[in-house]
């Protein structure tokens, strides 16, 4: 009808395959998530109940609210594992294929080693390595587009943040040499 | 009218160019963060809330709910274009909006959803405007029995009227209470949860734990799908525009009860969702061509559009008058009042008249440059779509990392926001909903020290909850919500055995 039509197409070649193999059945991740929540019921609740989860003379202790929502979360969590075992039809769907594990991976390993680099290098160049090297090795994307990119957001960041709102970011050696 | 009178102030502190800006600024980050897969409304307030933390807090809220709207704009963009809903409450959207688009009568489409959205939050702030003040006035009264009923009954509806499985949201919930208290205890200074950790001391932060879940585990969850799409993107004539709207009026009984459902789903926890399918099934059934539902009917678009965005607006009622949230986005932003050092609850509407009054003000106004603004620059945003996901998340990730450090300057809650965005993909992944979570963790000091204030009054006797009127009224409504499942099947069977089946 309208003339001004734009037609956008965006094409992804590393999509996740349809008929990638299963890593883990959601059943699975159920009993593991429930016996993981267990266990957290049972030690707040150990250190609420050491904290004082009874009366005293001016009222209920500092463990008394949690304590009782530990066992709550323990008693929902107990269900929930009971349920998750039973259960036949949830226990067989994918949690997540192969394909899938790899293409969060991708996301979440360099995720990991940013937070790293930030610890020790500051969080500025840090963010330039991640975007530009998950540009270039995830995305394929050329080099100087993905340097480029990198560059322009962080340094945009950087005025955002420490020059303009002084709202100051973990530095490292680098922002050190510069004097800032 | 009172009301009316601080209105009129609300918009006199607002018509700044300073605040215009922001507004603007709020509205685009919005659409942007609306239009990018995987990214919706609470996830772009929780990741763009950092960049408010040196601003005044009118400043901030007026950026802040822009972005929100901004981001219920922008989802509609996705799903009508692209077929790809950018929230929960937008897949009802698709239904019909999609087909229309593929019979080139997207244009036309994109300005009913925009127009329905604008409808249904007009109709949501006048409640709001009108019902808020007399809600808070009536609140001042609460002592903290009141306060804790009115927590209780936020939290049993959430497991009562939710859709998840009722241990998933329980579990969800008391994760969140219990996370909620861990550091030092406000009442008697004694440490707790803390087993010995400088770092948790400080306790766990709402706004890192809201950054990792949404920001982090939605880029995650992304991945998952394929990104690959294809779709047209029209620009939107001024022609269409007015076609559009001669028409509206045929529509108002659609319009009139969107907004009705969405408003009621809205003011009650957790209801955005099923206030669009809602709004749309009704729709349905209510015409007199129900056939022609799915195939690209512009009333298919108008009605669950109306009522996402009626329920949306609306969930900032309770935020505003009570202090509670009535959505995971709302949560956040109530987040954001405390750390601008605002106290949420009654006492806002008498000690920070001019917040309250320009965040208001805000509503109507953003929603009106929003309008104006989405239906001028559509193919823009559209294209933005372009721009490879692989430049998109790593600048994602280190918004995300910039807001968890800026809160507290600690390097624990990067590493904390990580581990939160594992958490909730896991969670999403299972079935585990994070709304009850969220606003758990934001109201979980506030419940326990308005348990243990009430405690303290009645000297340990549970009746205290029971000890009046309206406080008995609300714990017990708390309680019947809690087991409504179970009441409603019991009802159901009731009256199936009094009146023997036809079949």
Redesign the interface.
């Known amino acids: 009808?309208?003339n001004?039509?734009?037609?956008?197409?965006?094409?992804?070649p590393t999509?996740?395959e349809a008929g990638s193999p299963a890593v883990v059945s959601?059943g699975v991740?159920?009993v593991v998530?429930s016996l993981l929540?267990l266990a957290?019921a049972v030690t707040?609740g150990w250190?609420?109940w050491r904290?004082?989860a009874s009366?005293d003379a001016?009222?209920?202790?500092?463990?008394?609210?949690?304590f009782y929502?530990?066992v709550?979360?323990g008693a929902?969590?107990l269900?929930?594992l009971v349920?998750a075992l039973v259960s036949r039809r949830e226990a067989s769907e994918t949690?997540?294929t192969q394909a899938?594990l790899r293409?969060?991976m991708?996301?979440?390993v360099?995720?990991?080693l940013?937070?790293l680099a930030?610890?020790f290098l500051g969080?500025y160049v840090a963010?330039f390595l991640?975007?530009a090297g998950?540009?270039r090795l995830?995305?394929?994307?050329a080099l100087w587009k993905s340097l480029l990119?990198a560059f322009v957001?962080?340094a945009a960041?950087f005025v955002?943040?420490d020059i303009a709102?002084?709202?100051?970011?973990?530095k490292g050696p680098l922002e050190a040499a510069l004097g800032r | 009218m009172e009301a009316f009178g601080l209105l009129v102030h609300g918009f006199a502190v607002l018509l700044t160019w300073k605040t215009l800006v922001l507004m603007m600024t709020g509205l685009v980050l919005g659409i942007f963060v609306g239009v990018l897969p995987g990214l919706g409304g609470p996830n772009g307030v929780a990741i763009l809330l950092p960049l408010t933390f040196s601003m005044d807090p009118t400043s901030a809220i007026v950026m802040l709910s822009c972005i929100y709207w901004g981001a219920l704009f922008g989802g509609a963009i996705t799903s009508i274009l692209f077929n790809i809903p950018g929230e929960a409450w937008s897949v009802a959207t698709t239904f019909d909006g999609y087909p229309m688009a593929q019979q080139g009568r997207a244009a036309e489409a994109l300005t009913a959803a925009f127009t329905s959205s604008f409808i249904g939050s007009l109709v949501a702030v006048l409640l709001i405007t009108f019902l808020a003040p007399m809600i808070s006035s009536f609140a001042l009264r609460f002592g903290p029995p009141e306060f804790f009923a009115v927590y209780l009954l936020t939290f049993c509806s959430f497991v009562g009227l939710g859709r998840e499985a009722k241990h998933k949201t329980v579990i969800s919930m008391s994760l969140g209470l219990l996370l909620a208290g861990v550091g030092m205890d406000t009442v008697s200074g004694q440490l707790r949860m803390t087993f010995g950790s400088a770092e948790l001391l400080r306790g766990i932060n709402f706004l890192v734990a809201v950054i990792g879940l949404f920001g982090i585990s939605e880029i995650l969850l992304t991945m998952e799908e394929r990104l690959a799409l294809r779709g047209h993107a029209a620009g939107i004539s001024l022609r269409v525009v007015l076609s559009v709207w001669k028409d509206l009026p045929k529509y108002w009984v659609t319009l009139a009860r969107s907004s009705f459902i969405g408003c009621w789903l809205g003011i009650t926890p957790g209801g955005a969702i099923a206030a669009s399918f809602m709004g749309y099934n009704l729709a349905k059934r209510f015409s007199k061509d129900q056939e022609s539902f799915g195939k690209g009917r512009i009333e298919g678009v108008f009605a669950p559009e109306t009522a996402a965005h009626a329920s949306g607006t609306s969930a900032l009622l309770p935020m505003l008058a009570l202090g509670i949230p009535g959505s995971g986005t709302a949560a956040i932003l109530l987040g954001g009042l405390m750390v601008w050092g605002l106290n949420p609850g009654p006492l806002l509407f008498v000690e920070h008249k001019d917040f309250v009054w320009g965040l208001i003000a805000s509503m109507y106004l953003g929603n009106v440059v929003g309008l104006v603004l989405v239906l001028t620059t559509v193919p823009i945003f559209a294209s933005i779509l372009r721009v490879p996901f692989a430049a998109v998340a790593p600048m994602i990730v280190v918004s995300c990392a910039i807001g968890a450090y800026a809160i507290q300057n600690a390097m624990f809650d990067i590493w904390l926001m990580l581990g939160f965005g594992v958490v909730g993909y896991v969670f999403k992944k299972i079935g585990v909903p994070l709304a009850p979570f969220t606003l758990a963790l934001v109201l979980g000091n506030r419940a326990e020290d308005a348990f243990r204030l009430s405690m303290i009054g009645s000297g340990g006797d549970m009746k205290v909850f029971w000890s009046n009127g309206l406080v008995g009224s609300i714990t017990t409504l708390a309680i019947v919500l809690l087991f409504w499942p179970v009441i409603d099947q019991a009802l159901a069977t009731v009256s199936r055995l009094l009146r023997p089946a036809k079949a």
């Open positions: 009808m309208s001004t039509d734009i037609e956008i197409v965006v094409e992804d999509a996740p959601t991740v159920d998530v929540l957290l707040l250190d609420n904290a004082g009366w001016t009222g209920p202790q500092p463990g008394y609210f949690p929502l530990s709550i979360l929902a969590s269900y929930g349920a949690f997540v899938q293409r969060v991708a996301v979440f360099p995720t990991l940013f937070c930030t610890q969080l963010s991640l975007i998950f540009m995830v995305g394929k994307i990119t957001f962080t960041m955002t943040f709102f002084d709202v100051i970011m973990p």
